[in-house]
């Protein structure tokens, strides 16, 4: 049975003090969307439409591989040209953009993806999968961090990720596809809020040096 939390620790056991990686391509099922994803409707159907995706691709190739189904994880951006970022409190979570994500082992082929896809809808018509798409992602270089404690409380974190940054010559790289990155390690409905267990990951790149 292959669990990436624990064959691959670099990824998914970070300290809860800033550390730099560089983070290979990795292979996921993913869905866009928008709204707050505490109330919105578009972000429960997208998080139950990839997991019904997930588990129907592991149970349907069991003599390929025993796996665990990877956590949820998701990239973050705000739709809202006077969001800063640098640690500061999201308000009008509404304007959230989203990309959810649940990483794939690599024997998962088109085919299989598409299968999956068709077996589900057999079993669960109700359930939108059509925007559920397979991809591999390269994040590259990243500062990433354990944050423990409520999603809300993230913005401490975020700042004292900028502040390692800035100390030891990196700086922010983010845009339209590289993105605040979460890896929710905790299952919010089994566990309490400050005990929460939450990867925050950003990309970096090397300050520019002084000619």
């Not at 429960?44 to 189904?69: D, F, H, R, S």
């Not at 079993?123 to 559920?132: M, N």
């Not at 404690?149 to 030891?168: F, L, Q, R, S, V």
């Amino acid at each position: 049975m292959i669990d990436f939390k624990k064959t691959e620790k670099e990824l998914y056991q970070p300290k809860t003090t800033p550390s730099v990686i560089d983070v290979p391509e990795m292979l996921f099922i993913a869905i866009d969307g928008k709204g707050d994803p505490n109330t919105g409707a578009e972000y429960a159907e997208a998080v139950q439409a990839l997991y019904g995706v997930a588990y129907t691709i592991k149970m349907g190739n069991k003599a390929v591989l025993e796996y665990v189904v990877p956590p949820l994880e998701g990239f973050w951006s705000v739709a809202d040209p006077n969001f800063k970022g640098g640690g500061l409190p999201i308000t009008d979570k509404s304007k959230f953009i989203w990309t959810m994500m649940i990483r794939q082992p690599d024997f998962v082929t088109a085919e299989i993806f598409q299968a999956a896809k068709a077996a589900l809808a057999k079993k669960k018509p109700a359930l939108d999968t059509s925007k559920v798409r397979l991809e591999r992602i390269t994040e590259g270089l990243c500062m990433q961090v354990m944050h423990i404690g409520a999603y809300d409380d993230e913005p401490a974190t975020i700042a004292a990720m900028d502040k390692y940054a800035a100390e030891n010559g990196y700086e922010a790289d983010m845009d339209g596809h590289r993105r605040h990155h979460e890896i929710y390690i905790s299952d919010p409905r089994k566990t309490a809020a400050d005990k929460l267990k939450t990867i925050i990951r950003h990309p970096i790149r090397r300050q520019a040096r002084d000619a």
